[in-house]
């Protein structure tokens, strides 16, 4: 069974710069996830997907982030304009359905200059 | 404010000895606790789980405890091998008054665990 896949792996942006992070949920997967990770610091949650809806978005930093999840499988994830403080990894993880086993994929490193 | 934490960022531990990951909770909400393996360039990885209505769940070297009154769990791995070096996370997850969960993983920051040969 494929596992989660996101591209690109490592991304260098100036800050004010925009930059998109993709995700392939395991096939099937109802429930899809990106967390943001910062260095030192576990996962923190910053949307949630159940089919192509937005579940929880409460920590997503709206003026700046946007994701969405078309035809409820693919997703992407967005930062315009980019800041310092994005810089981290972004993890995308996708479940059979909530409360299920999360399953994440690599994660993207995201460094802002 | 840090509902999941991780108050030691590291821990050695010689091959063969057990190794014991700490966690503490603030969220009474929380009904269902995680532990996640992570490698360097990798996303975490599933390790064990236990619900809050158990006090241990095991699985091979692997067994994890929940205090719920003292809001408190801990992971046990024994015997600890080199290839267990990587940095465990915790996590919790909350249900709705249902009893569905909401999905979403709270994490701690993380203990960086090395096993030394």
């Known amino acids: 069974e494929a596992g989660v896949a996101q591209s690109p792996r490592y991304k260098i942006i100036e800050k004010r710069q925009s930059v998109a992070f993709w995700c392939n949920p395991i096939s099937g997967h109802a429930t899809l996830y990106w967390y943001q990770q910062i260095l030192g610091q576990g996962p923190k949650l910053l949307i949630q997907f159940q089919n192509n809806g937005v579940v929880d978005d409460s920590q997503l930093p709206k003026d700046r982030f946007s994701a969405e999840r078309l035809k409820g499988v693919d997703s992407t994830l967005k930062i315009q304009p980019a800041k310092l403080e994005d810089s981290a990894v972004y993890l995308c993880a996708s479940s059979l359905d909530r409360g299920y086993e999360q399953y994440f994929g690599p994660g993207t490193r995201l460094t802002v200059t | 404010d840090q509902q999941v934490k991780q108050n030691s960022p590291s821990l050695s531990v010689q091959e063969g000895r057990i190794s014991i990951l700490n966690c503490d909770y603030t969220n009474s909400m929380f009904d269902y606790f995680l532990w996640y393996k992570k490698y360097p360039a990798e996303g975490p990885t599933f390790l064990i789980s236990i619900s809050s209505i158990k006090d241990k769940n095991e699985d091979g070297r692997f067994t994890v405890f929940l205090n719920k009154s003292a809001k408190h769990l801990s992971l046990h791995i024994v015997p600890s091998q080199p290839g267990d070096s990587a940095v465990y996370f915790c996590?919790?997850?909350?249900?709705?008054?249902?009893?569905?969960?909401?999905?979403?993983?709270?994490f701690g920051q993380g203990t960086i665990l090395t096993v030394h040969p």
């Open positions: 996590a919790a997850q909350a249900s709705n008054a249902g009893g569905t969960s909401y999905g979403k993983l709270t």
